[in-house]
T-cell receptor, first 114, second 111 residues
C-alpha cells in the first residue's frame, strides 16, 4: 500500500527552537509539495519540487523556512527559529509530475510552538 | 492563485442535496476534488480534465466548465459520512502538475 510518510506526526516545541519535518514520497513520484494548513488560510502551498529541484517556494517565508530534497526518497522542511504563528498542520504530498495526475497527501505533521 | 470556493460552510439533513463551487482567476487544465475529515489528510475524490466534463463517484459528482474556469461538486441524497471539508485543487496549463487549493467548504450532515 503506497503512501506518503511524514515524521513527526506531532511536535510541541518552544519558540526559538529549530523544527525539522520529514517526508518520504511515494516511490516513483517525482514531484513533492509542502502545504501548511490553518483554519484561516486553508491549504497554502509552501514549496514544490520536481526531480528534487525546487520549482516554486514563493509561498514560504524565506527568513526562517527552508525546504530541501537531499535525495529522491526524502524531503525536509525546516523552521529556524520557530514562532507561535508557525503552529499549523504541515502536509507533504507527492505526485507523478504529469499534468492531470492527482497528488497524494501524507497524514501531516501537527506543529505547536509555545 | 488560490481558487475561491463557495459556500464556506453548509449544514444539511440526511438525504438533502448540496452544491459546492470552485472558481479560478486563471485558465485551468484540471480540477481535483478532495474531502478531509477532521484530524486527517485530504483524500482524493475525483479529477476533471476536460472542459464540460462531468464525473461521478457514488452519489457525488462534479462538473468542469473550462471557459468559465469553474467547477462544481454535487452531493445528492447526502449521508452522514459525507461530513467533512471539501477542497478543490486547481492546476493551470503548462505548470507541470503544480496545485493550488481553495480555502475549503465545511459540510455537516445531520440526522
Amino acid at each position: 500500500d503506497a503512501r506518503v510518510t511524514q515524521t513527526p506526526r506531532h511536535k510541541v516545541t518552544e519558540m526559538g527552537q529549530e523544527v525539522t519535518m520529514r517526508c518520504q514520497p511515494i516511490l516513483g513520484h517525482n514531484t513533492v509539495f509542502w502545504y501548511r494548513q490553518t483554519m484561516m488560510q486553508g491549504l497554502e502551498l509552501l514549496a514544490y519540487f520536481r526531480n528534487r529541484a525546487p520549482l516554486d517556494d514563493s509561498g514560504m517565508p524565506k527568513d526562517r523556512f527552508s525546504a530541501e530534497m537531499p535525495d529522491a526518497t526524502l524531503a525536509t522542511l525546516k523552521i529556524q527559529p520557530s514562532e507561535p504563528r508557525d503552529s499549523a498542520v504541515y502536509f507533504c504530498a507527492s505526485g507523478l509530475g504529469v499534468s492531470g495526475n492527482t497528488i497524494y497527501f501524507g497524514e501531516g505533521s501537527w506543529l505547536t510552538v509555545v | 492563485q488560490q481558487p475561491v470556493q463557495s459556500p464556506q460552510a453548509v449544514i444539511l439533513r440526511e438525504g438533502e442535496d448540496a452544491v459546492i463551487n470552485c472558481s479560478s482567476s486563471k485558465a485551468l487544465y484540471s480540477v481535483h476534488w478532495y474531502r478531509q475529515k477532521h484530524g486527517e489528510a485530504p483524500v482524493f475524490l475525483m479529477i476533471l480534465l476536460k472542459g464540460g466534463e462531468q464525473k461521478g463517484h457514488e452519489k457525488i459528482s462534479a462538473s468542469f466548465n473550462e471557459k468559465k474556469q469553474q467547477s462544481s461538486l454535487y452531493l445528492t441524497a447526502s449521508q452522514l459520512s459525507y461530513s467533512g471539508t471539501y477542497f478543490c485543487g486547481t492546476e493551470s496549463p503548462n505548470t507541470g502538475n503544480q496545485f493550488y487549493f481553495g480555502t475549503g467548504t465545511s459540510l455537516t450532515v445531520i440526522p
